[in-house]
């Protein structure tokens, strides 16, 4: 079955540095995407950026970069330049649709980044 | 554009009460997921649907939770005799179409409270 995991709980950081978010996946295809989403003090949660599993290159979009490492499984959220609004819980997720998940998205627990002045 | 409307945003319920919530997806959007999300078990998938027709329900507890779409404009989650266990989040959302890239635009969410 599809899984995804994010094994930091929180994140402080001091606000204009550099943060990086992990998570790893679990897959046995190799078509698939991945999804970063945010979840604000207020519980909107908004589309970030996304990583479709046969592109090399990282995406990025403004200050969110994926670092992807596929043969480690593995898709990381750099946010450069932190500021104090981008406090808020990070959820990656990922989308397999030939797999036994279908078209609906796994979600990963959670990492709530707390930026700093 | 006015965005995924879920209501109520609040619920309070006895327990052995039904409870049903409603979602409006974005006008246009064919496609409809519910999610329930909880401190512990995060954001769980329970259901969707494609042009209002039901294609995965593989997420909602079989007994008491049903859910619909009876046109294109709204969908609605269903809880039979709510327990304690059922307070959580609810959230909807939606996407233009049925795609493996196509990202999901939430709602603000319904938050249910099972005494």
């Known amino acids: 079955a599809q899984k995804v995991t994010q094994t930091q709980t929180s994140i402080s950081v001091v606000e204009k540095t550099t943060v990086t978010m992990d998570c790893v996946y679990e897959t046995r295809d190799s078509s698939y995407f991945l999804f970063w989403y945010k979840q604000t003090a207020s519980g909107e949660i908004v589309f970030l950026i996304r990583?479709?599993?046969?592109?090399?290159e990282n995406a990025t979009v403004g200050h969110y970069s994926l670092n992807f490492q596929k043969p480690k499984s593995s898709i990381g959220l750099i946010i450069t330049a932190t500021q104090i609004e981008d406090s808020a819980v990070y959820f990656c997720a990922m989308r397999d649709p030939y797999g036994s998940s279908g078209n609906k998205l796994i979600f990963g627990i959670g990492t709530l980044l707390s930026v700093k002045p | 554009n006015a965005g995924v409307i879920q209501t109520p945003r609040h619920k309070v319920t006895g327990k052995g009460q039904e409870a049903t919530l409603w979602c409006e997806p974005i006008?246009?959007?064919?496609?409809v997921f519910w999610y329930r999300q909880t401190i512990v078990q995060g954001l769980e998938f329970l259901t969707y649907f494609r042009n209002q027709a039901p294609i995965d329900d593989s997420g909602m507890p079989k007994e008491r939770f049903s859910a619909q779409m009876p046109n294109q404009s709204h969908s609605t989650l269903k809880i039979q005799s709510t327990q304690p266990q059922d307070s959580a989040v609810y959230l909807c959302?939606?996407?233009?179409?049925?795609?493996?890239?196509?990202?999901?635009?939430f709602g603000s969410g319904t938050r249910l409270t099972v005494l």
């Open positions: 990583q479709d599993s046969y592109k090399k």
């Open positions: 006008s246009g959007h064919s496609a």
């Open positions: 959302a939606s996407s233009l179409v049925l795609g493996s890239a196509e990202t999901l635009y």
